[in-house]
């Protein structure tokens, strides 16, 4: 990749931010894009030219965040990209305007609004709550709001527990997530605790991962460290059943997850029926399909099947399963040979040739 030559058409005096830049602009961007910005700015004052890799690896970014930032910027009017084949060959930094500027009362905390009263409604027939829990949304909080959070002593020891669990310090992004867990999501001190220190302990750094994991215990009602630590031992204790009677050792993946929170969550089956699906599963085919234990549990489901006796009775009813040894009728009536399909065996054929497809000749 080519180095990018960045140009300015205005003096910056080094590496100096405009009053409008840090009043207007500052506050409402991301912080990461502010620290492109910033770089950019003491770039073109020594002249120095720059490639996106380089760049990313010294303000420990991704590229795409660095290209993010750089579009971001393009379209607030502070700087123009001139691109060739696709990629940015050079970047020009434009003036910052000087009427833009914010008013003190933009800094203070927004006040909180009185709810209107609620309109009369008619009588309706009662309609049943959602089951699912509404997850809040994440908002994006002012440097100020951010600073007058850190006066608060369980916030500011929750920073620092971050810091000493990633290894780093804190973005304004890592920041804002973290403010989202004590506020929006209700949780406690301790519960924050625990989610670093569970996700870190599976080498999860990412606030990203940490915000999945935390709405994901929102939705199941967890509120304690205690209940959050059962919550983990019970989900990890049932997919290793699983994953053991597939003979697999290893930490499930994504897809394999997906597969199996359906089957004990959404379908509701007991864990005694989904190992016994994929013992079926290794007897048929000799492989750990997950694909292959999911069509026999849909068979199940159709049939309502809740129970390994239910399972039996199934198997029991006429025609469901061939009858070896079934005799052979030939008279009159039938010049022909009977035959009698064991459909479990033709599906496993079937699934068997979409694996290893047999090679024409």
Not at 83 to 98: A, F, H, N
Not at 182 to 205: F, Q, R
Request: hydrophobic letters at 35%.
């Amino acid at each position: 990749m080519s180095s990018i030559n960045v140009t300015t058409t205005y003096p910056t005096g080094g590496t100096l931010l405009p009053n409008a830049f840090v009043d207007y602009y500052m506050i409402k961007a991301n912080g990461e894009y502010v620290k492109v910005y910033i770089y950019l700015l003491r770039m073109v004052s020594n002249g120095q030219k720059f490639n996106i890799p380089c760049l990313a690896d010294l303000l420990e970014l991704t590229e795409r965040d660095i290209c993010r930032a750089l579009k971001y910027w393009k379209k607030e009017n502070l700087l123009d990209l001139v691109m060739d084949g696709g990629e940015i060959r050079s970047i020009k930094l434009l003036p910052v305007s000087t009427a833009l500027t914010i008013d003190a009362d933009d800094l203070k905390e927004p006040e909180k609004e009185e709810p209107a009263p609620a309109p009369e409604l008619k009588k309706e027939v009662p309609v049943a709550a959602p089951s699912v829990k509404a997850i809040p949304a994440l908002r994006t909080l002012t440097p100020s709001q951010l600073a007058q959070k850190n006066k608060d002593d369980k916030f500011s020891y929750l920073i620092y527990i971050a810091e000493m669990y990633i290894g780093r310090p804190l973005t304004a992004n890592d920041l804002n997530t973290l403010s989202y867990f004590y506020d929006d999501l209700a949780m406690s001190p301790e519960l924050i605790e625990h989610l670093v220190d569970y996700c870190v302990s599976n080498g999860k750094k990412n606030f990203r991962y940490m915000q999945s994991v935390a709405i994901a215990w929102y939705q199941e009602g967890i509120h304690t460290a205690e209940e959050a630590k059962l919550h983990c031992q019970n989900y990890q204790k049932e997919y290793y059943q699983i994953m053991h009677a597939f003979g697999l050792n290893n930490q499930p993946a994504p897809a394999q997850i997906e597969y199996m929170k359906r089957w004990l969550k959404t379908d509701g089956f007991d864990l005694s029926i989904v190992i016994e699906a994929c013992n079926r599963t290794i007897r048929s085919i000799g492989q750990p399909k997950f694909q292959y234990t999911d069509s026999i549990l849909k068979k199940w489901k159709d049939n309502h099947v809740v129970s390994l006796d239910d399972v039996k009775k199934l198997e029991s009813r006429p025609g469901t399963v061939a009858k070896p040894g079934t005799p052979q009728i030939n008279n009159q009536f039938h010049n022909f040979e009977e035959r009698d399909y064991d459909f479990d065996e033709l599906e496993k054929q079937l699934f068997e040739k979409q694996i290893h497809p047999v090679k024409e000749d």
